[in-house]
């Protein structure tokens, strides 16, 4: 389903507080694909996802303080505070409880070398996964 910019607040702000928050890049593929997982695999209910580029997207970044012209890292708002890059990544990974074990390797790695890895893979996304002029989950 393609959702047209003006959709996104409708479709996405669906919430409660007990979710945790994931900003991400509606119209990344690789974000897409990566939300559409976590969609089937995490445990209903425990995430709100925010395309960055929703009103709702644009206030989060605003408020913590993030640029609110590109997204170039996964933001997890929960409890505990904001995680970005390999960090926010694994955090989230962390929550499923079939991906505890792989977010615990995962940690095993140092950050640096973790988040050269997560920032290549950023920086290139488009390039290798393609980019849609809207978020194309079905979230409904």
């Given at each position: 389903?393609?959702?047209?910019?003006?959709?996104?607040?409708?479709?996405?702000?669906?919430?409660?507080?007990n979710q945790d928050l994931i900003i991400f890049d509606g119209e990344c593929n690789l974000c897409n694909g990566v939300v559409g997982w976590?969609?089937?695999?995490?445990?209903?209910?425990?995430?709100?996802?925010?395309?960055?580029?929703?009103?709702?997207?644009?206030?989060?970044?605003?408020?913590?303080?993030?640029?609110?012209?590109?997204?170039?890292?996964?933001?997890?708002?929960?409890?505990?505070?904001?995680?970005?890059?390999?960090?926010?990544?694994?955090?989230?990974?962390?929550?499923?409880p079939k991906w505890k074990k792989v977010s615990k390797l995962l940690c095993a790695v140092p950050r640096s070398f973790r988040d050269f890895?997560?920032?290549?893979?950023?920086?290139?996304?488009?390039?290798?996964?393609?980019?849609?002029?809207?978020?194309?989950?079905?979230?409904?």
């Open positions: 389903m393609k959702v047209r910019e003006s959709d996104y607040d409708s479709i996405f702000m669906k919430t409660t507080h976590l969609l089937k695999y995490a445990p209903k209910h425990l995430f709100q996802f925010v395309p960055f580029q929703s009103k709702e997207g644009q206030r989060l970044l605003m408020d913590y303080g993030f640029p609110t012209n590109q997204l170039d890292t996964v933001i997890l708002i929960d409890r505990n505070g904001v995680k970005t890059h390999s960090d926010g990544f694994i955090k989230i990974i962390s929550k499923i890895i997560y920032k290549k893979a950023s920086k290139n996304r488009v390039k290798w996964f393609g980019n849609s002029a809207s978020c194309r989950i079905d979230f409904g």
